[in-house]
């Protein structure tokens, strides 16, 4: 299949092709799940999220001008729509992690795997500390791991996660101090368990 | 149990700890504290800590969350809904193939403002257009008075 690029797939779009909507959720309906799914750690809300998306950007893509790149503009609308529910309802957190089931008790320690100094030791890593990693950050206050999300995955600038999340500069140094440390925290207990 | 606990003592500031680690320090600011480095193991325990977190937040790994199958539904969802906005943009003046074409011609039209003399011969010119079909009209009726029974008439 012939890669379009963003001009491309906005100019069929405006031309009502129907081909164009169809690149342009095949280049970004994944990536917008996932970075819902980073800010609010369930897959329902994500789904659920991933279509308001698209419905938006269905409404507004007459208005949306040729020549822009798409993805920080669906990054700002996936990032909008992710806080208004958040703020909306304060108590979301993960419903899909198994903390549960998922304890960490009889499993391989971080510095067992690294010990190991084997391949296996990488995909393995990949695996448990990935898992690690994904409960710590549900853990974390929603608007705490969005900052997190948005500095650490997107590699934005404090200013401009400040202006996406609409809220000052020293608030958003706050969380992300804050995040990291609970992270660290949370890590350095399940990684030396 | 934290890292914190674990080292001889606590870091001395891990916001720095963290500023530093994210290459957040100006380089006065870093080399003062890679000297203080040099003598402080609990900051250096800080400071490793957060460059392994950084790596991780940041390591494909991490983003690989499966993908659940619902997305294609969505997608189908999503695809009958473009072709329902399509279609009702068509209806309603074709919105969606227009609006490049009209941001062209609005854009031009305030350029040309700009000129003197230009806005009132706009004004001349929407007002000639706006009376053209009426005169055009006016001479077709006259002439089709004169041609008589019209050209299918004749054959």
């Given at each position: 299949?012939?890669?379009?690029?963003?001009?491309?797939?906005v100019?069929a779009?405006?031309?009502?092709?129907?081909?164009?909507f169809a690149?342009?959720?095949?280049r970004?309906?994944?990536?917008?799940?996932?970075?819902a799914?980073s800010?609010l750690?369930?897959?329902e809300?994500?789904?659920?999220?991933?279509?308001?998306?698209?419905?938006?950007?269905?409404e507004?893509?007459?208005?949306?001008e040729?020549?822009?790149?798409l993805?920080?503009w669906?990054?700002r609308?996936?990032?909008?729509l992710?806080?208004?529910r958040?703020?909306s309802?304060?108590?979301?957190?993960?419903?899909?992690?198994?903390?549960?089931?998922?304890?960490?008790?009889?499993?391989v320690?971080?510095?067992d795997?690294?010990a190991?100094?084997?391949?296996?030791a990488?995909s393995?890593?990949?695996?448990?500390?990935?898992?690690?990693?994904?409960?710590?950050?549900?853990a974390?206050?929603?608007?705490h791991?969005?900052?997190?999300?948005?500095?650490?995955?997107?590699?934005?600038?404090y200013?401009?996660?400040?202006?996406?999340?609409?809220?000052?500069?020293?608030?958003?140094?706050?969380?992300?101090?804050r995040?990291r440390?609970s992270l660290?925290?949370s890590?350095?207990?399940?990684?030396?368990? | 149990?934290?890292?914190?606990k674990?080292s001889p003592?606590t870091?001395?500031?891990?916001?720095?700890?963290q500023?530093?680690a994210?290459?957040?320090?100006?380089?006065?600011e870093?080399l003062l504290?890679?000297r203080?480095l040099?003598?402080?193991?609990?900051?250096r325990?800080?400071?490793?800590?957060?460059?392994?977190?950084?790596w991780?937040?940041g390591?494909p790994?991490y983003r690989?969350e499966?993908?659940?199958?619902?997305?294609?539904?969505?997608?189908?969802d999503?695809?009958?809904?473009?072709?329902?906005a399509?279609?009702?943009?068509?209806?309603?003046?074709?919105?969606f193939s227009?609006?490049?074409?009209?941001?062209?011609v609005?854009g031009v039209?305030?350029?040309l403002?700009?000129?003197p003399?230009v806005?009132?011969?706009?004004?001349?010119?929407?007002?000639?257009?706006?009376?053209?079909?009426?005169a055009v009209?006016s001479v077709?009726s006259?002439l089709?008075?004169?041609?008589?029974?019209?050209?299918?008439?004749?054959r």
């Amino acid at each position: 299949m012939v890669d379009w690029t963003d001009s491309e797939v906005v100019a069929a779009c405006r031309r009502g092709r129907p081909e164009g909507f169809a690149q342009l959720l095949l280049r970004y309906q994944e990536r917008v799940y996932r970075r819902a799914y980073s800010f609010l750690h369930s897959r329902e809300e994500a789904l659920d999220l991933t279509q308001d998306v698209f419905l938006r950007v269905i409404e507004a893509l007459p208005r949306f001008e040729e020549g822009r790149p798409l993805w920080p503009w669906l990054r700002r609308i996936t990032t909008n729509l992710c806080l208004n529910r958040l703020r909306s309802n304060p108590t979301l957190v993960s419903l899909d992690e198994a903390f549960a089931s998922g304890d960490g008790s009889g499993a391989v320690t971080r510095a067992d795997l690294l010990a190991a100094g084997t391949d296996v030791a990488e995909s393995a890593l990949g695996n448990v500390f990935g898992d690690d990693l994904r409960r710590a950050m549900a853990a974390l206050p929603p608007l705490h791991r969005v900052a997190v999300v948005l500095r650490h995955q997107e590699d934005l600038s404090y200013e401009d996660i400040a202006r996406l999340m609409d809220l000052p500069l020293g608030t958003i140094k706050t969380y992300l101090f804050r995040a990291r440390r609970s992270l660290r925290q949370s890590l350095a207990a399940s990684w030396e368990g | 149990m934290s890292v914190t606990k674990q080292s001889p003592g606590t870091a001395c500031d891990d916001g720095i700890a963290q500023l530093y680690a994210e290459g957040g320090l100006t380089g006065a600011e870093a080399l003062l504290y890679e000297r203080h480095l040099t003598v402080c193991t609990a900051c250096r325990r800080a400071v490793a800590g957060y460059k392994e977190l950084f790596w991780d937040l940041g390591r494909p790994g991490y983003r690989s969350e499966p993908v659940p199958d619902e997305l294609q539904r969505i997608s189908d969802d999503l695809m009958a809904r473009w072709d329902e906005a399509v279609a009702d943009n068509a209806e309603g003046g074709g919105a969606f193939s227009l609006v490049p074409a009209l941001a062209g011609v609005r854009g031009v039209a305030r350029g040309l403002q700009l000129i003197p003399g230009v806005s009132a011969a706009g004004r001349l010119a929407l007002e000639t257009a706006r009376r053209t079909p009426k005169a055009v009209l006016s001479v077709a009726s006259r002439l089709a008075r004169r041609i008589g029974p019209g050209v299918r008439g004749r054959r």
